[in-house]
T-cell receptor, first 108, second 114 residues
């Protein structure tokens, strides 16, 4: 059975802090690992990672994948209140298994 | 850009009633999915389809049926609703196997079964 574990489950930070979210996985068929951000409604796509060691960046967000150790991290620097959300990690091929998510709360 | 549209957005059912959730996408995507999201459990795959006329079971298919008669539509049916099916349901689509994994989600349908 595929397994995707995210940690921590939740965290509270202040604006300007840096957060690191973790995602470890054990899946039968790996083609990619994806990060999504979910606010009130639908998850929105952040990153797709397929190769180890190559950092993907988008503004204050960055992510990297380690296919040998089977994990990924998502970093958010200089956090803002708009970063408050649930961050989901998903792994697989055309069928994705999702982790339970990490709830990030950024206080002003 | 409509993207992925789900109807209805909210529904309250009594135990034993039936209903159908409709998902429509206008991106000409081959792959479509139905997920349910429950507190603390992330998104769990119910059923999926890799093309018109095809469907397959996901992680939690019991109590649900699906149909994909047209490429743009993916229907999720509950024949006899149970309180355990109270959840938020998300439909998603992706282009094809070459566009690995990136899903486009609908806004969700909140179902309550009393």
């Amino acid at each position: 059975e595929d397994k995707v574990v995210q940690s921590p489950l939740s965290l509270v930070v202040h604006e300007g802090d840096t957060v690191t979210l973790n995602c470890s996985y054990e899946v039968t068929n790996f083609r990619s690992l994806l990060w999504y951000k979910q606010e009130k409604k639908a998850p929105t796509f952040l990153f797709m990672l397929t190769s180890s060691g190559i950092e993907k960046k988008s503004g204050r967000l960055s992510s990297i994948l380690d296919k040998k150790e089977l994990f990924s991290i998502l970093n958010i620097t200089a956090t803002q209140t708009g970063d408050s959300a649930v961050y989901l990690c998903a792994v697989g091929d055309y069928k994705l298994s999702f982790g339970a998510g990490t709830t990030v709360t950024v206080r002003a | 850009n409509a993207g992925v549209t789900q109807t209805p957005k909210f529904r309250v059912l009594k135990t034993g009633q039936s209903m159908t959730l409709l998902c429509a996408q206008d991106m000409n995507h081959e792959y479509m999915y139905w997920y349910r999201q429950d507190p603390g459990m992330g998104l769990r795959l119910i059923h999926y389809s890799v093309g018109e006329g095809t469907t397959a079971k996901g992680e939690v298919p019991d109590g649900y049926n699906v149909s994909r008669l047209k490429k743009q539509n993916f229907l999720l049916g509950l024949e006899s609703a149970a309180p355990s099916q109270t959840s938020v349901y998300f439909c998603a689509s992706s282009r094809d196997i070459s566009n690995t994994g990136e899903l486009f989600f609908g806004e969700g349908s909140r179902l309550t079964v009393l």
